[in-house]
């Protein structure tokens, strides 16, 4: 189901308060992601959202890379 705008808003808002926190989307592959991204920035407003596009896939390929599943806060 498509969210409205006011649905979207009022998910983030209550764990983004601030938008202008620095904020790094990613997912698996990069794909949800850049929709997250896109919603942030461009629906919603935030300014300081980046997008991991090569995204979890990219990231455990290296192995001095750190990987730490408790330290990140996941939104949704």
Not at 7 to 18: H, I, K, W
Not at 53 to 62: A, C, I, V, Y
Request: hydrophobic fraction near 30%.
């Amino acid at each position: 189901k498509v969210k409205s705008f006011k649905e979207l808003e009022t998910m983030y808002s209550e764990v983004l308060p601030n938008k202008d926190q620095a904020v790094v989307a990613y997912c698996h592959s990069g794909l949800r992601s850049a929709h997250t991204t896109f919603v942030l920035t461009e629906l919603l407003g935030y300014k300081n959202v980046k997008n991991y596009d090569g995204s979890w896939t990219e990231w455990s390929n290296f192995d001095n890379y750190p990987k730490e599943k408790d330290s990140i806060t996941t939104i949704f």
